[in-house]
């Protein structure tokens, strides 16, 4: 039977998930206090990692506090599993953790993101943890801080509604991108990390958990499962999400999933879906060779190909009704 001491021997000049067991109590706390207040920033300590502040240092302390050996951790940056900085979090948290690895977003406990969320609809019991450079909404319209606590604590979000009505009057179109704010539980407005406006729908009544973390910043909040997220909208000009309806994926022949483009010589280009998980799992299904899925690391375990169902489908259609109109 593995204990964690057998687990952790390896590193035994570290505390279990390197971070020591105060760090991790008071970062569980302010976790809990998170989930309890939905969408409001909760200030903690940062603690210095072996890696620049900048590169996820926020997203690997939530995920340090929460991983036990039991965990399977994916780990993705901007949807792919292969990335320098994906690859070397997820050797990090598997080194210090003792846990599994994986590829599949269905089958991991804990989904470790920069700024994407899965195409497969995550589950319960699952946590989504997302790495958030800059995690307050009021910064591009209040500079002062200080100011901008107080306006969270009075729910005074009306420059943000002046600021989208602005872009609208002159480009006829709001303009604002990633980090799209949006209204927790009909009480908090925050920047839900640098994701696509594709993703934000994604966090609207998700069966999973969502932390969101900002290590320079010293802050983390949360999204409970089943909770309303709505992005900042005027009623008669409704959320958009990216428009790549006539894009399709090179490699699996997929539409209305979100892609990246590229650049062609020539001046054309091609475009792939972002999440490479998702991809994997598409390619060997369609391929009909019996193969294993993204292998479970550190596990004799090869489950089957299975993809799971998806936030938008075949059509482009969001899986909630009504809440994209």
């Known amino acids: 039977m593995k204990t964690v001491a057998a687990l952790a021997a390896p590193n035994a000049g570290y505390s ?24 409001y920033q909760v200030p903690y300590a940062s603690r210095e990692l072996p890696i620049a502040r900048g590169w996820g240092t926020g997203g690997l302390q939530v995920t340090l506090s929460l991983v036990g050996p039991s965990d399977v951790v994916k780990v993705i940056d901007q949807g792919a599993d292969d990335s320098v900085n994906a690859a070397n979090l997820r050797r990090f948290i598997a080194r210090m953790s003792g846990a599994r690895t994986t590829t599949d977003a269905l089958a991991a406990t804990i989904v470790q993101s920069r700024h994407r969320i899965p195409e497969e609809r995550l589950r319960e019991h699952q946590a989504l943890v997302l790495q958030v450079p800059d995690p307050e909404p009021l910064r591009g319209v209040e500079h002062d801080i200080s100011k901008a606590r107080e306006m969270h604590g009075e729910a005074d979000y009306g420059l943000l509604w002046l600021s989208l009505y602005e872009q609208l009057v002159r480009y006829r179109r709001v303009t604002l991108g990633a980090s799209y704010p949006a209204l927790v539980h009909k009480r908090y407005v925050m920047s839900p990390s640098p994701i696509p406006r594709w993703d934000v ?23 409970p499962p089943y909770t309303d997220v709505r992005p ?51 390619l060997k299904q369609t391929s009909g060779v019996s193969v294993p899925s993204a292998t479970l690391r550190g596990s004799s375990k090869t489950p089957e190909v299975s993809t799971g169902a998806t936030y938008y489908d075949d059509e482009g259609r969001f899986y909630l009704d009504g809440y994209l109109r």
Not at 208 to 219: C, I, M, V, Y
Not at 236 to 255: A, H, I, K, M, S
Request: hydrophobic share 35%.
């Open 232 to 282: 900042l909208e005027f009623d008669d000009v409704p959320y958009r999400v990216e428009n790549q309806r006539d894009w399709t994926c090179f490699r699996t022949g997929l539409r209305h999933k979100f892609m990246n483009e590229i650049p062609q010589p020539g001046g054309g280009s091609t475009y792939e879906i972002s999440d490479t998980g998702f991809v994997e799992k598409v």
């Open 201 to 223: 729908p994604k966090l609207h009544q998700a069966r999973h958990l969502t932390l969101l973390s900002a290590g320079r910043e010293k802050r983390l909040y949360a999204v």
């Open 16 to 39: 279990y998930a390197f971070l020591d067991e105060f760090a991790k109590r008071e970062l569980r706390r302010r976790t809990l206090k998170a989930i309890a207040i939905p969408g």
